[in-house]
T-cell receptor, first 115, second 115 residues
Framework: GAGVSQTPSNKVTEKGKYVELRCDPISGHTALYWYRQSLGQGPEFLIY??????ADDSGLPNDRFFAVRPEGSVSTLKIQRTERGDSAVYLC??????WGTGELFFGEGSRLTVL | DQQVKQNSPSLSVQEGRISILNCDYT??????FLWYKKYPAEGPTFLIS?????DKNEDGRFTVFLNKSAKHLSLHIVPSQPGDSAVYFC??????????????FGEGTQLTVNP
């Protein structure tokens, strides 16, 4: 596609529920990133994929968070047993190469609200 | 610990004047710095970057200055235009092949350019 596509754009769920957020990166981009932006803060790194493998998942806050990219393209961020503190905008980004310039192309984000 | 800090949450300038946005960092390993711009309900978009081997990079109306000894960078926008009104994020990367393009972001500065 022309840009990074994220679905859903908005998700409201109840505490304790399971949530999946999807990211479709720019075609041909091998590197894919998930960031989380809380209100009044800058984006915070969660996980980075190079191809199908998670090259760096050190930003995932705990084991309730998990992400996959099985075919090296679309990625899904999975959150189990959601908590109110998980409410944030989850941003996906992709880049042509995983190193060097740091220029990432971001999607519009998925806004998660946990009630 | 906030490794990248933008101490001004907001800045207001008149159209045609200079806008100066500031950013400080603490991690000496950062070697690449970027500015991203974000409009409401959109993902951040890359604006300009600078490598630690330089002290200035210019692109049209936008210039980024890096002072390594002070661990400080700034973004100058001249002349400012109403369409520049957005949140500006400073970001930094340690670069290198294994770190990918993991970015550490500041909190952002809301720039408002008044007609």
């Amino acid at each position: 596609g022309a840009g990074v596509s994220q679905t859903p754009s908005n998700k409201v769920t109840e505490k304790g529920k399971y949530v999946e957020l999807r990211c479709d990166p720019i075609s041909g981009h091998t590197a894919l990133y998930w960031y989380r932006q809380s209100l009044g803060q800058g984006p915070e790194f969660l996980i980075y994929f190079q191809g199908t493998g998670a090259a760096d998942d050190s930003g995932l806050p705990n084991d309730r968070f998990f992400a996959v990219r099985p075919e090296g393209s679309v990625s899904t961020l999975k959150i189990q047993r959601t908590e109110r503190g998980d409410s944030a905008v989850y941003l996906c980004a992709s880049s042509l190469t995983p190193w060097g310039t740091g220029e990432l192309f971001f999607g519009e984000g998925s806004r998660l609200t946990v009630l | 610990d906030q490794q990248v800090k933008q101490n001004s949450p907001s800045l207001s300038v008149q159209e045609g004047r200079i806008s100066i946005l500031n950013c400080d960092y603490t991690n000496s390993m950062f070697d690449y710095f970027l500015w991203y711009k974000k409009y409401p309900a959109e993902g951040p978009t890359f604006l300009i970057s600078i490598s630690s081997i330089k002290d200035k990079n210019e692109d049209g109306r936008f210039t980024v200055f890096l002072n390594k000894s002070a661990k400080h960078l700034s973004l100058h926008i001249v002349p400012s235009q109403p369409g520049d009104s957005a949140v500006y994020f400073c970001a930094a990367s340690e670069g290198g092949e294994t770190s990918g393009s993991r970015l550490t972001f500041g909190e952002g500065t809301q720039l408002t350019v008044n007609p």
